[in-house]
């Protein structure tokens, strides 16, 4: 039994409260890094409550890689962001914040630009495409979730629980 479930039985934790993050390595400890590419939401730490999504995320650029999980406590004292939907506010910070831009926000929350959605919000920064057009072609993909962490007030509310090895079935 993982420890997931162990705390569930426990009555300590809701799958709402637990996020993932795939990496070719175990985090126990997040930090946020700048690379040399900013994200959808800037830089951060970014997790997901979908560990399929993590699974993938953790073997994108290897054979073998890990899922960290984590326990997410939420905390008042944060400036939060949650975009539900890939909407033209949605569009705007994410067209912000891939160009450089930094947003004065702890946690930002909502869906990501997979590769079809980036595609799109690259050809909306081109201008080849407008916004009406981006949100079209957009509405029809499938939900995907990413949260990220810019904070180190926000790292806070991560608490390591365990992180288990993903092999990549395609290689």
């Not at 400036?79 to 067209?95: G, H, N, P, R, Y």
């Not at 630009?113 to 080849?128: H, M, P, Q, R």
Request: proline share 2%.
């Amino acid at each position: 039994m993982d420890i997931i479930n162990k705390l569930n039985k426990k009555g300590n934790v809701t799958m709402e409260d637990i996020l993932y993050h795939g990496s070719k390595m175990i985090v126990s400890e997040p930090e946020i890094r700048k690379s040399r590419f900013t994200k959808d939401f800037s830089w951060g730490f970014y997790c997901t409550n979908r560990r399929k999504q993590a699974e993938i995320w953790s073997v994108r650029h290897c054979e073998t890689g890990y899922v960290s999980v984590y326990k997410f406590h939420k905390r008042n004292d944060l400036k939060i962001k949650v975009f539900s939907t890939t909407d033209a506010e949605w569009l705007d910070f994410v067209a912000k914040c891939r160009n450089g831009d930094i947003h004065e926000y702890d946690i930002v929350e909502g869906p990501m630009a997979d590769d079809t959605i980036y595609n799109y919000v690259e050809d909306y920064l081109d201008g080849k495409i407008s916004k009406d057009d981006f949100l079209q072609l957009a509405k029809f993909k499938h939900p995907t979730h990413q949260i990220s962490f810019h904070t180190i007030k926000a790292l806070s509310c991560l608490e390591f629980l365990n992180a288990e090895e993903v092999h990549d079935e395609g290689q």
